[in-house]
């Protein structure tokens, strides 16, 4: 398994969210967080604005699925054509191990399940 976290433009987010929900992933953590990349934030005349307000979307998937979504955020995400500064950053790892805790079911990455006792 594979977890996905976009950063992305808050104006981006809901079409981001509505394009993963029609490819068959509505499993999606959203969260408001404020940062700043490469472009060290914004000046506007003497003001420096270096919090960006932005969207963290995270997500796992199947590793079969994972270029899919990558590929779909980046679609969605993307202001224009070829992109801005801004748009965000799509950071991929490895999940070794997903606990269910309503069921007690613990699933790992190579697909196994098993039921964990309490």
Do not use: H, N
């Amino acid at each position: 398994m594979i977890m996905i976290r976009s950063i992305i433009r808050p104006e981006k987010t809901d079409s981001v969210l509505s394009a993963l929900m029609d490819a068959g992933f509505p499993a999606v953590t959203k969260m408001s967080v404020v940062g700043r990349g490469k472009q060290r934030g914004i000046k506007i005349g003497e003001i420096t604005y270096d919090e960006i307000a932005k969207d963290l979307l995270i997500t796992v998937v199947k590793d079969q699925d994972k270029d899919f979504l990558i590929k779909t955020v980046m679609k969605f995400a993307r202001t224009g054509k070829k992109g801005a500064f801004g748009d965000g950053k799509i950071f991929v790892t490895p999940v070794d191990e997903v606990y269910t805790v309503s069921s007690g079911i613990k699933e790992t990455g190579s697909g196994e399940t098993e039921e964990v006792k309490i």
